[in-house]
């Protein structure tokens, strides 16, 4: 299962959207992680590389261009 990312580096849950407690980095791969949410109690199997969502502030991507 597919799993976001949000701008700070925290994995969301592919079920509930919310918070887990993991973290990843730009270079972090993850595959058949099993990926535990605090709010929702499920827990499922994600595969993530770093290319595929990550979710840039728009004030960091307006810094880069300038």
Do not use: Y
């Amino acid at each position: 299962m597919r799993c976001s990312v949000d701008v700070q580096g925290w994995v969301r849950c592919p079920v509930c959207g919310c918070k887990t407690r993991t973290k990843v980095l730009p270079d972090t791969v993850l595959e058949n992680f099993p990926l535990f949410c605090p709010k929702c109690h499920h827990e499922t199997i994600v595969n993530w590389e770093s290319s595929q969502d990550v979710r840039k502030p728009r004030s960091a991507v307006n810094r880069a261009s300038a």
